[in-house]
Structure formats: structure tokens, C-alpha cells
């Protein structure tokens, strides 16, 4: 009798990949409402009577609630049960986008913002959580990546759409896009989150107990190495309009093509930086630095010829954000995970300091008379910085060795989720770490 494959995927198979688009749209939502901004800001400006540089003061101020509220919603939650912690998440960020939208002056269109950025700092470590328990340990990068795709669809689709609709109607337009959005996706990704809390009764060791997780080598480490990739990206991608126009010469209706192959580039990068750490997770940090780190020195090198900068802009896309599934999953592995939420919402605290630090390292370069050709070179060696941390890293735990981790009290596990049990402690997850090698 003969038997012969079946490449019909399973019921379970089929259920992890509907729920792993459910959450890639649940980022995309978050990342178009954080990024839509950019195209907004001058018509904003005109409508609030206020100065553009003001009005850049939304990105700014968004960011940093990210970096200080998230922590502290990630220290006051953790016993929350995550569902309903979820639902209420997602309906802030609604009601964010509606104030918005509703804003009669700067002011309170600026409080919806931080309304929205508050529940946006929050949400994302509930995203990657479910994304993680939802997959066996070998794909478990693969799974954060699919999440992480949602910001670089955000820069391909969910920026020049909302530019259209500020363009079309009005600015408040797509505020009421993105609030509406985010209440269509709030059914759906739902039913993935757990109905149990973040953390049992005999983990709880008090709050101070979650703080450790800060004190850990390894978590400060790949939280540096956030940090510092993106204060690299931004520091050129801030300014990256008039350093396409002004130095490689072309015009601005070009650079709107230009900006969407960049998007292309993360969204390439970002897949396979997924499967990169699927193999090697510390390995897939450091080539990807690497990567960013070369893609922007030759790109600030080659600024003044058209077709190099062109490929290297792309490169410089898909390096980026090949870095942030590498470094998301290294987080995962190595939290513990009772405090495995709040260093996820570190990570993003991170993320977003570097996005301030980049902009503002750039300003420092145009201000000192460098031309903007210097921009992505500065970026260059503060990659490099960061590569001497993953590469440090990775030389040490080679020398260490992977220890074994241990079996947590109770497994996180979604709602609906087939996926066996792991382990998921203080230590580095050896399965993650070392597939494929």
C-alpha cells in the first residue's frame, strides 16, 4: 500500500498561521497610527496655528511616553488577566485616535497621542508574548518576524495610504482609519490572548522581584544593542528626504518611490532576519548589525552616484529590520518568564530612545556644518558600537556554554494554541539558540 505525503496543511497548522496574521495586522495597526504622523504634520501645523517644528513635537513626545510609560504599565499589569487586559489596551488605543481626530487645538490632539502611545507601549510585548507561545521553540523567530512585519507594512502601505486620506479628506481622517481599525482587529486578537493572568500567585514575588530582570547581563546587553541599531538607522533615516535630494540629486517625487523600496527592503530583511535567528539567534543579532553598520557607510560613501545609493538604501532597509527579530527573540530567551513582559516593553522603551538619540545625533552633524552625506556614516559608527556588543555577546556565550534552562511553574500558553509546552527560564532557551547548527 502506498503512502504519500500530504502538503495539505494541518487544522492546527492552518490555526497558528490565521492567528499569526491576526497579530502581523494588530502590529501594522499600531505601526501605521505611530508612523502616519510624518505625513500629517504640515497639514496639522496649518490647522493648529502652530510652527512645523512644533508640530514635530507629536513624534517626539509619542516616543518618549512610549519609553516611560511603557515600564511602569508592564510593572502595574503584570498580575492583570491578559485578556481583558488586552481588550482595555486595544480600546485605549481607539479612544487615542477619536481625541485625536476630535482635537479643536494642539493640545488635545497632542493628549490623544500620548493616550495612544501609552497603550501602544504596552500592547506590543502582549503581541510577541502570544506570538511566542503559539509556536514550537525552533520557530519562534519566524513567529516574532511575522509580528515584526506589521511596522514594515506600516512604512509600505499604512503611511501613503494615510498620507491619501490626510490628502483626500482631512488629517482627522485618518485618525478615525486607524481607530476603526484597531476596534475591527480587537475581536479577532482576543480570542488568541490567554484568559489567565500574566503572572500565577506563586510567582509573584512582589514588584521589586520583576526589576531583576533589568539587572541581567544579557538583557542589558541586547537591549543596548536596540538601542544603539536604531539611533544608527535614524540618524540618516530622520533626515533621509533632504539627503536624497540635496546630495544624490533627486527630486522629490522620486524619493516618494524611493522611500517605498526602503519599505520593500525591511520587509525583505525582516523575513529573513526571522529565519537567520531560527538558526542562530545571537548569530542572526551580530550579521545583522553588521549588516546595518556596512549598508549605511556605503551609502553615506556612494551618496552622490544615483544607482549605488539606490541599493544601498535598499540594504540599509532590509538590515534594519532583519535587527529586530534577532533582537526581540534574544530577549525572549534569555527574561525569565515572570518578567518576561516588562523586558519586552524595555526593548521597546529602548527602541524608542534610540529613534530620539538618532534624530537628535543627526541634528548635532547638520548643525557642526558636516554635509548630509555625513549622516549615514555617523549612523555607520554607532552601528559598529553595537556590533562590538553582539559580537562580545556571542563570543562569551560560546565561551560559557549554554546551560540548560529550567522548567518554569506554568507555562504562558494561547488561547486556542496547540503548541507544545517549553522552556522558558532565566537561562538562554538551548533550542532556540543553536537550531541548524
Known amino acids: 500500500m502506498q503512502t504519500s505525503h500530504n502538503p495539505t496543511p494541518t487544522r492546527s497548522e492552518r490555526g497558528t498561521?490565521?492567528?499569526?496574521?491576526?497579530?502581523?495586522?494588530?502590529s501594522f495597526t499600531l505601526g501605521t497610527g505611530e508612523i502616519m504622523i510624518a505625513g500629517l504634520l504640515p497639514d496639522i501645523a496649518s490647522d493648529a496655528d502652530v510652527s512645523l517644528s512644533t508640530a514635530g513635537l507629536l513624534v517626539s513626545s509619542f516616543a518618549m511616553t512610549v519609553v516611560l510609560g511603557g515600564p511602569v504599565l508592564a510593572l502595574t499589569t503584570g498580575r492583570a488577566r491578559r485578556r481583558r487586559l488586552l481588550i482595555a489596551l486595544m480600546a485605549c488605543y481607539a479612544v487615542g485616535n477619536v481625541l485625536s481626530a476630535l482635537a479643536p487645538s494642539f493640545l488635545p490632539l497632542a493628549a490623544g497621542r500620548i493616550v495612544a502611545a501609552l497603550a501602544h507601549s504596552a500592547l506590543m510585548p502582549l503581541f510577541f508574548g502570544i506570538a511566542a507561545d503559539i509556536v514550537p521553540p525552533e520557530r519562534r523567530g519566524s513567529a516574532v518576524a511575522r509580528v515584526s512585519l506589521g511596522f514594515s507594512l506600516a512604512m509600505i502601505a499604512g503611511l501613503p495610504i494615510g498620507a491619501a486620506l490626510g490628502q483626500w479628506l482631512s488629517w482627522r481622517a485618518t485618525f478615525w482609519a486607524v481607530a476603526l481599525l484597531t476596534l475591527a482587529v480587537t475581536v479577532p486578537v482576543a480570542a488568541l490572548a490567554p484568559d489567565t493572568p500574566g503572572i500565577s500567585e506563586e510567582d509573584d514575588r512582589g514588584r521589586l522581584g520583576e526589576?531583576?530582570?533589568?539587572?541581567?547581563?544579557?538583557?542589558?546587553?541586547?537591549?543596548?544593542?536596540?538601542?544603539?541599531a536604531a539611533a544608527a538607522s535614524f540618524t540618516a533615516y530622520t533626515y533621509v528626504t533632504p539627503l536624497l535630494t540635496d546630495s544624490v540629486g533627486f527630486d522629490e517625487?522620486?524619493?516618494?518611490?524611493?522611500?517605498?523600496?526602503?519599505?520593500?527592503?525591511?520587509?525583505?530583511g525582516n523575513l529573513v532576519g526571522g529565519r537567520l535567528t531560527d538558526r542562530s539567534v545571537l548569530g542572526a543579532v551580530s550579521v545583522s548589525v553588521a549588516a546595518l553598520g556596512a549598508s549605511l557607510l556605503l551609502l553615506g560613501v556612494t551618496a552622490s552616484l544615483k544607482v549605488p545609493a539606490v541599493?544601498?538604501?535598499?540594504?540599509?532597509?532590509?538590515?534594519?529590520?532583519?535587527?529586530?527579530?534577532?533582537?526581540?527573540?534574544?530577549?525572549?530567551?534569555?527574561?525569565?518568564?515572570?518578567?518576561?513582559?516588562?523586558?519586552?516593553?524595555?526593548q521597546s522603551s529602548a527602541f524608542n530612545l534610540g529613534t530620539a538619540l538618532g534624530g537628535w545625533l543627526g541634528g548635532r552633524v547638520i548643525a557642526a556644518g558636516a554635509g548630509l552625506r555625513w549622516l549615514p556614516v555617523a549612523g555607520a559608527i554607532v552601528a559598529a558600537v553595537a556590533l562590538v556588543l553582539a559580537l562580545g555577546e556571542q563570543a562569551g556565550e560560546r565561551r560559557r556554554g549554554t546551560k540548560p534552562a529550567p522548567q518554569p511553574s506554568r507555562p504562558v500558553s494561547a488561547a486556542k494554541s496547540s503548541a507544545p509546552a517549553r522552556k522558558e527560564g532565566g537561562g538562554a532557551h538551548p533550542a532556540a539558540e543553536t537550531v541548524g547548527q
Open 17 to 26: 498561521n490565521w492567528a499569526l496574521a491576526v497579530l502581523t495586522l494588530c
Open 211 to 228: 526589576l531583576r530582570v533589568l539587572g541581567d547581563r544579557r538583557v542589558q546587553i541586547v537591549t543596548g544593542v536596540t538601542a544603539l
Open 253 to 268: 517625487s522620486t524619493v516618494t518611490v524611493l522611500l517605498l523600496l526602503f519599505g520593500i527592503g525591511g520587509t525583505v
Open 311 to 346: 541599493v544601498f538604501l535598499f540594504l540599509f532597509g532590509a538590515a534594519y529590520y532583519a535587527v529586530i527579530p534577532a533582537v526581540n527573540t534574544r530577549l525572549l530567551n534569555v527574561a525569565s518568564q515572570q518578567a518576561r513582559t516588562l523586558a519586552l516593553t524595555v
